[in-house]
């Protein structure tokens, strides 16, 4: 079983930065694919940025050039740099990992999700 644990979110103001942190716990033989998610009020889980084990990153186009993913592999835990954040990210942030437990059997996860607030 494998846990991920989000912390860093919060209240901003528009301009401002944060950064969110993931960090997966348990029994993990190799993370294959980092992501961060966000869902808005009334709207449906959007991804925002992925990472994989091959250094592939992707972008939500409302969000290139502001956010920046990244890992430590040895701590596995994955980030989530946003700067120049805008009332529109306000959202639940999820982070989500595609885990092996072995070379055959990987899973899915998702951590609890935290709330980023950009407001004045």
């Known amino acids: 079983q494998v846990q991920l644990v989000e912390s860093g979110g919060g209240l901003v103001q528009p301009g401002g930065s944060l950064r969110l942190s993931c960090a997966a716990s348990?029994?993990?033989?190799?993370?294959?694919?980092m992501g961060w998610y966000r869902q808005a009020p009334g709207k449906q889980r959007e991804l925002v940025a992925a990472?994989?084990?091959?250094?592939?990153?992707n972008y939500a186009d409302s969000v290139k050039g502001r956010f920046t993913i990244s890992r430590d592999n040895a701590k596995n835990t994955w980030y989530l740099q946003m700067n120049s954040l805008k009332p529109e990210d306000t959202a639940v942030y999820y982070c989500?990992?595609?885990?092996?437990?072995?070379?055959?059997?990987?899973?899915?996860?998702w951590g609890q999700g935290t709330q980023v607030t950009v407001s004045s």
């Open positions: 989500n990992g595609v885990i092996g437990h072995s070379e055959y059997e990987a899973y899915d996860y």
């Open positions: 348990g029994s993990i033989f190799s993370i294959y694919h």
């Open positions: 990472l994989t084990s091959g250094d592939s990153t």
